[in-house]
């Protein structure tokens, strides 16, 4: 197993196939102790040393008088709250007569093969052959809690998984006020952190900083994970690169609220945190009843951010995504949004269908505007009936017109939302949030549907589950645009108001699940505005998400740089659009719009019939080239080359096959530069035993790809590298292709 309990020293060794992770347990009171996290380690003689309870202050048996001094600095597996450590705690807990002190202790332990299921929540899984779990049992005697950490470990990623399961075993009612996922203790080595950061139309993009003292932290408390902050960072050792130096990757499987957290205290250690955002958080927990944390993913890397990389691509793609598409070309579909807006009927659709068959395209997907009174973006929401009066013969006449072309279709929705002007809200103002008395405030003229209350929750399902089987509809995008405010829930007491951020995430997560279960061969693209719910915990439930709402080819450069920096290419949505470009005006090559959206699904957002004969040409040959190449893109390993977020120049990255037969490498150039020789790129991910012929990939040219004739060593490639030649002009991008030869 690759979980090993050491009884004569209380240790537990958890082992991936290249790190080692290490907890102990010290004191006669059993304090839980962080020891190590890093490079794989085969024996652990010594090791306890790094729990330094052999160092003054001492343990608490051994030094009673200083027992504050030991909470203070000893590195807590779990840190808890009210009794000298004034560290960041992990958990907080209000007691009957108003305390709030937690004390954890060791109790027992469990380890198990194979993974179990987190109720409610999504999280990643694996059988017995995959996965090792352990259950570390801790109590507050005082308190009467039961606390469960829970690790589980696999066998063929660099990856460990955390949660905590909060029991309360007394007779009395507690209140959780903060309940994270999992902490970690370890001394700084001065640190850098990696974070991704943005807004709508700029999502993801990184950031470096140094960790000093005090806290460093990203967040949300939008009731999503949003678009500012995603729930992840990195810290890493100065000098570390994408292909050298240490990096542990913490990563959080939820969608709602949340905070990661580093944290340098005075004695230069570092503690990190991640879990639910505690404000606005109180959970009621009566006698006998649990509470279940979201699962955190830790990643160690001693080969820099690229493996950090892969091993995050491999878990999610191994271990996280469920859908029946995650190993099948995803459908070539054409969006009508940004074709149309709210100005269509059922000829134009068709017209789109048309055009878009005989160039290739395989699905159309129906945006919003085709239910209710659904003539702008100010009302009808909730109001999940078709629209006859745009829709001529109704859903299933149009469906059925684009299935005779061969096209499968699709269809928007954005079941958490309610207009004021719709039929729901006048039938049931009670169902959405907001606070009574007061003015609720509006975003895009929309309230958020209380999806906590199952009244609701059955109510929006039954109305999308008719449409649905209405007609041969086989793809929902799930759309969600606006944050929570005005937190207030009609059907919660007024000691359980603070749950309703968290119950709300749990019935948007019930509503997918129940909504797969109806249609298990539905394909599902979770969106929130663009990409402020792309979270690890949409992936459990949709194999891949809308990554922005800006298809500006150069804007999505640094946008897709910073989304695969932690998800695979398969769960990215990417799309081709018109140019000028929607969002900030851009005109862009044609070809170059296709090369980078070719790193995500794939498709197109825009007006087909409008498209000039060269055009309609290249989406023909970009057709070719993603059916060329989409089971590399997709199953392949990432590696980064060159990044556009640092040099601001030019991009350039690689994915290979598994067995490192194949290769494409991705080069945008953004700007050109003047009186500069080419660029010798030094590649990664090959063989360099192998030789490899070289093809160019061009959706320019008749014979989309063409042999060179060159043929290149694998070591040559990685070594010495690659020229690759100035392209005329800004914006400008090349496919490179390499086979085994």
């Not at 072309?405 to 049931?428: A, D, N, V």
């Not at 090369?595 to 957002?605: C, H, P, S």
């Amino acid at each position: 197993m690759s979980i090993t309990f050491y009884e004569k020293e209380r240790l537990f060794k958890l082992d991936t196939p290249n790190s080692s992770y290490v907890i102990g347990i010290v004191d006669k009171e059993g304090f839980v102790g962080h020891a190590y996290y890093g490079k794989k380690i085969n024996g652990i003689a010594g090791i306890k040393d790094q729990l330094r309870v052999h160092e003054a202050p001492f343990t608490p048996e051994v030094n009673n008088r200083d027992r504050l001094s030991f909470y203070d600095c000893f590195p807590m597996e779990y840190s808890f709250h009210g009794v000298g450590d004034f560290r960041e705690s992990s958990i907080r807990v209000k007691a009957p007569n108003g305390a709030v002190g937690v004390k954890l202790t060791y109790v027992s332990h469990e380890i198990t093969r194979g993974k179990e299921k987190l109720q409610g929540l999504p999280a990643t899984f694996g059988n017995e052959e995959e996965v090792d779990s352990l259950k570390i049992y801790c109590q507050d005697s005082v308190l009467g809690m039961m606390v469960c950490l829970k690790y589980s470990v696999f066998a063929d990623v660099d990856a460990i998984t955390r949660s905590v399961e909060i029991v309360n075993q007394s007779v009395e009612t507690l209140y959780l006020e903060k309940a994270f996922s999992g902490c970690l203790d370890m001394d700084n080595r001065e640190y850098e952190a990696i974070t991704l950061h943005g807004t709508w139309a700029r999502e993801r993009h990184m950031e470096r900083k140094p960790v000093g003292h005090g806290k460093f932290s990203v967040s949300s408390n939008r009731g999503e994970t949003g678009h500012q902050e995603q729930p992840f960072m990195a810290l890493v050792t100065k000098g570390t690169d994408d292909t050298k130096g240490e990096a542990y990757g913490f990563h959080f499987i939820y969608s709602g609220n949340f905070l990661v957290q580093a944290e340098v205290n005075q004695f230069n250690s570092v503690r990190m945190v991640v879990g639910i955002h505690p404000e606005d958080f109180c959970f009621r927990l009566k006698s006998g009843e649990s509470f279940q944390t979201p699962e955190m993913v830790l990643v160690y890397s001693a080969e820099g951010l690229g493996q950090m990389t892969r091993s995050f691509h491999d878990l999610y793609r191994k271990h996280l995504i469920r859908s029946p598409y995650l190993h099948k070309k995803r459908p070539i579909l054409i969006n009508n949004w940004e074709a149309t807006y709210f100005d269509f009927n059922t000829e134009k659709i068709i017209d789109i269908a048309k055009e878009a068959a005989k160039l290739g395209v395989e699905m159309l997907v129906l945006d919003d505007g085709w239910f209710g009174n659904r003539f702008d973006d100010n009302r009808s929401l909730g109001d999940w009936q078709v629209n006859t009066e745009k829709m001529k013969g109704g859903m299933s006449y149009l469906v059925n017109e684009v299935n005779k072309l061969g096209l499968k279709f699709g269809l928007w929705f954005e079941p958490e939302m309610i207009s004021p002007e719709s039929e729901l809200y006048k039938k049931h103002p009670d169902w959405a949030i907001g606070i009574p008395g007061r003015e609720n405030g509006l975003a895009r003229n929309q309230f958020v549907l209380d999806v906590s209350r199952k009244e609701v929750r059955d109510e929006i399902l039954r109305m999308v589950f008719e449409v649905l089987h209405s007609a041969n509809i086989e793809y929902v995008k799930w759309d969600m645009n606006r944050p929570l405010s005005d937190l207030y829930s009609a059907s919660l007491n007024a000691d359980c108001q603070g749950e309703l951020y968290h119950r709300y995430v749990l019935g948007m997560y019930e509503m997918q699940e129940r909504l797969l279960a109806e249609f298990p061969n539905l394909l599902l693209e979770n969106c929130s505005g663009g990409g402020a719910r792309f979270d690890p915990g949409m992936l459990y439930y949709s194999p891949q998400i809308w990554c922005s709402d800006d298809t500006d080819a150069i804007e999505r450069l640094m946008i897709q740089e910073g989304t695969a920096m932690l998800y695979p290419l398969c769960a990215m949505g990417a799309h081709v659009s018109v140019c000028p470009n929607h969002t900030v005006g851009r005109s862009t090559p044609f070809s170059t719009r296709g090369n980078v959206a070719l790193t995500g699904t794939f498709g197109y957002e825009l007006d087909i019939t409008k498209l000039s004969d060269e055009e309609k040409t290249m989406v023909t040959r970009q057709v070719q080239i993603y059916h060329k190449f989409n089971d590399l893109i997709r199953e392949g390993d990432y590696y980064r080359v060159a990044s556009y977020y640092e040099n601001r120049i030019y991009d350039c990255y690689l994915v290979s096959s598994k067995d490192k037969k194949q290769a494409l490498l991705f080069y945008t150039q953004v700007m050109n530069e003047p009186n500069v020789h080419s660029k010798i790129l030094k590649l990664r991910g090959l063989d360099p035993d192998k030789d490899y012929a070289l093809y160019a990939v061009d959706s320019e040219k008749e014979e989309t790809v063409i042999n060179t004739g060159k043929v290149y060593s694998g070591d040559v490639l990685m070594n010495a590298g690659i020229s690759m030649e100035r392209l005329w002009g800004d914006f400008k991008s090349k496919l490179l292709y390499f086979e085994e030869h």
